[in-house]
């Protein structure tokens, strides 16, 4: 009997697509999920078998079946889940085997089991897995962090399911060693947050301060996506702003508490940590939790009631601070993946990332090729919003911009997303900022030390202050 190319472990959604795609792109497959229950349900489905699937009792079963090196594609929840698979898989493999985590865990621990394995000889990789359902089925974008030497082994089963850019090439690659592509998935996330955010800010402003209705709202994101901010996200929104149930427009019948599963919060703590100023996504993040109480925000709209129409702006000016806002979230995100490759020693490449993201994933936009663009032009650029493109773009926009985080504040819409963005652009372009007056703060009360302007940076300062 031929052995399999690869073993999935865990048939829920994801798993089980990927599970799916793996077979039908050629690649022989077994699964396993705990529950045999699952397992029986899913080879009941007619692909599974069409495609020669075979199922396994149990890991010692699975690890016959497979060919070597064992490739372990783990699909299960982040966490101690993971760990416990692990565990339970060890006395099944050998030296030279292959466990690749396809699930959202957080690159830290990625790092960490990295590390473990290769005392035992085995490849662990963190692979970052975007698109959902659909991508999962039909082509996610795909990013791999692990050995080189593995990734000669998956490599040609990943790409294999992977969606295609614009030119043809396979949104799967290895973009680093260790935690490298769950890092990278994590920011993809977080930028992801703030997508969903400055679109959403889009809607509230022609919503609630241009009093226009979901309908003619969706038709403007539909034409929209036939321009430069033509994307994923911005054609699903105009779906969702056409849909009705009993003539009601179906997003007015839906509850506005936004869920979140934990990537955000972790692109915040990762840019705190690396001391880089990912404020967009921070803003998208604390955006959902203030959303996720309505009854406390239902009593405060009773104390303190707004206009809420917002003057002077147009709908052309909110699509300029839309399109400005992203380009400042994207800006901040790979300034992010920058300094934790240079933390780690990864050496990501950030026009690989951004050409991964061109297709399958749910950030995929028409942007992502001018952001690839720009790498490949500079590939040392330092800050995305450099580039003459992007640095052309913000100018244009600046007007509108301010018109609409201004007219925002004055209605008393929440644009948050539109607000940090326009701070950090400013603060950005500010040659001198109030540091220096936080900074004699710092050494009056806690004799912190300071820099000074007439002497070079890396000398340190104490100066012994006194009121008056």
């Known amino acids: 009997m031929t052995r399999a190319d690869i073993a999935v472990i865990g048939l829920g959604v994801m798993g089980a697509n990927l599970a799916l795609n793996l077979a039908e792109k050629g690649n022989q497959v077994v699964v396993y999920n705990r529950s045999w229950d699952v397992t029986e349900e899913f080879m009941g489905?007619?692909?599974?078998?069409?495609?020669?699937?075979?199922?396994?009792?149990?890991?010692?079963?699975?690890?016959?079946?497979?060919?070597?090196?064992?490739?372990?594609?783990?699909?299960?929840?982040?966490?101690?889940?993971?760990?416990?698979?692990?565990?339970?898989?060890?006395?099944?493999?050998?030296?030279?085997?292959?466990?690749?985590?396809?699930?959202?865990?957080?690159?830290l621990d990625t790092n960490r089991r990295s590390a473990a394995l290769a005392q035992r000889g085995i490849h662990y990789m963190g692979v970052g897995v975007s698109g959902g359902e659909e991508g999962?089925?039909?082509?996610?974008?795909?990013?791999?962090?692990?050995?080189?030497?593995?990734?000669?082994?998956?490599?040609?089963?990943?790409?294999?399911?992977?969606?295609r850019a614009p030119d043809g090439t396979p949104c799967?690659?290895?973009?680093?060693?260790?935690?490298?592509?769950?890092?990278?998935?994590?920011?993809?996330?977080?930028?992801?947050?703030?997508?969903?955010?400055?679109?959403?800010?889009?809607?509230?402003?022609?919503?609630r301060g241009l009093g226009m209705e979901p309908a003619a709202i969706g038709d403007v994101f539909s034409s929209w996506n036939q321009g430069r901010l033509?994307?994923?996200?911005?054609?699903?929104?105009?779906?969702?702003?056409?849909?009705?149930?009993?003539?009601?427009?179906?997003?007015?019948?839906?509850?506005?508490?936004?869920?979140?599963?934990?990537?955000?919060?972790?692109?915040?703590?990762?840019?705190?940590?690396?001391?880089?100023?990912?404020?967009?996504?921070?803003?998208?993040?604390?955006?959902?939790?203030?959303?996720?109480?309505?009854?406390?925000?239902?009593?405060?709209?009773?104390?303190f009631p707004g206009s809420g129409t917002a003057s002077g702006v147009t709908v052309e000016d909110v699509e300029a601070a839309l399109y400005a806002s992203k380009i400042i979230s994207y800006s901040q995100g790979f300034r992010l993946i920058r300094a934790a490759s240079d933390e780690y020693g990864w050496d990501v490449d950030p026009g690989a990332v951004a050409a991964l993201w061109r297709a399958?994933?749910?950030?995929?936009?028409?942007?992502?090729?001018?952001?690839?663009?720009?790498?490949?032009?500079?590939?040392?650029?330092?800050?995305?919003?450099?580039?003459?493109?992007?640095?052309?773009?913000?100018?244009?926009?600046?007007?509108?911009?301010?018109?609409?985080v201004a007219a925002a504040v004055q209605?008393?819409?929440p644009a948050p997303a539109y607000s940090s963005a326009l701070a950090y652009y400013d603060g950005m372009r500010s040659e001198r900022v109030p540091a220096n007056l936080i900074q004699a703060q710092r050494d009056y009360f806690g004799a912190h030390t300071f820099e000074r302007v007439d002497r070079p940076r890396g000398e340190f300062f104490h100066r012994e202050w006194t009121r008056g």
């Open 45 to 107: 489905g007619e692909e599974a078998g069409a495609f020669g699937i075979r199922p396994a009792r149990d890991l010692a079963e699975l690890s016959a079946l497979l060919e070597r090196p064992r490739v372990v594609m783990l699909m299960v929840t982040a966490g101690p889940a993971v760990d416990s698979v692990i565990e339970g898989l060890l006395p099944h493999l050998d030296p030279g085997d292959i466990v690749i985590d396809g699930g959202n865990s957080l690159y």
């Open 136 to 163: 999962a089925r039909h082509g996610p974008s795909i990013m791999a962090g692990g050995d080189p030497a593995a990734w000669e082994t998956v490599g040609p089963m990943l790409e294999s399911i992977a969606a």
């Open 172 to 207: 799967a690659d290895l973009v680093g060693p260790q935690g490298a592509g769950h890092f990278v998935k994590m920011v993809h996330n977080g930028i992801e947050y703030g997508d969903m955010q400055v679109i959403a800010e889009a809607y509230d402003l022609m919503r």
């Open 230 to 303: 033509r994307s994923y996200l911005v054609e699903i929104t105009a779906d969702i702003l056409a849909a009705t149930e009993d003539g009601t427009p179906m997003v007015d019948l839906i509850l506005d508490a936004a869920g979140q599963k934990g990537t955000g919060k972790w692109t915040v703590i990762a840019s705190m940590d690396l001391a880089q100023p990912t404020a967009l996504v921070a803003e998208a993040v604390y955006a959902r939790i203030v959303s996720s109480d309505p009854d406390r925000r239902k009593r405060a709209a009773a104390l």
């Open 360 to 404: 399958g994933c749910i950030i995929r936009a028409s942007f992502l090729e001018d952001i690839t663009a720009a790498y490949r032009d500079e590939p040392g650029l330092e800050d995305l919003s450099f580039a003459p493109f992007f640095a052309d773009a913000l100018r244009s926009a600046e007007a509108s911009w301010r018109r609409v």
């Open 411 to 413: 209605a008393g819409i």
